[in-house]
């Protein structure tokens, strides 16, 4: 059974830093490409970042440029996302997904697996 486990959410002021973490098991996700994605209250799930299965290639939506960084432990199968100088808009349940891809690319859709999501609030 395929699960991806979220973890490090938390409540932090604005300005703070928190790292979410994604611990990846039931198969080998060599060759998958490894998202964050977000959903705030009243809103849509969007897109974060995203980390090809090798790792070379990394993508960021425009909200998190410069202050998120996501990273993976190939061996581990776990990925992380750094964020930090975090704002209130950032308020969310950020989850980590993951798509199998052919090529050691980023994806943005169509993720095959989801985890459950863990709760990020940024207090102003």
């Known amino acids: 059974q395929v699960r991806l486990v979220e973890s490090g959410g938390g409540l932090v002021q604005a300005g703070g830093s928190l790292r979410l973490s994604c611990a990846a098991s039931g198969r080998s996700f060599s060759r998958y490409a490894m998202g964050w994605f977000r959903q705030a209250p009243g809103k849509e799930r969007e897109f974060v970042a995203g980390i090809s299965w090798s790792g070379s290639s990394t993508y960021y939506a425009d909200s998190g440029k410069g202050r998120f960084t996501i990273s993976r432990d190939i061996p581990k199968n776990t990925v992380d996302l750094q964020m930090n100088t975090l704002k209130p808009e950032d308020t969310a349940v950020y989850y980590c997904?993951?798509?199998?891809?052919?090529?050691?690319?980023?994806?943005?859709?169509?993720?095959?697996?989801w985890g459950k999501g863990t709760l990020v609030t940024v207090s102003s």
């Open positions: 997904a993951a798509a199998y891809s052919p090529y050691d690319v980023v994806r943005r859709n169509g993720m095959d697996y």
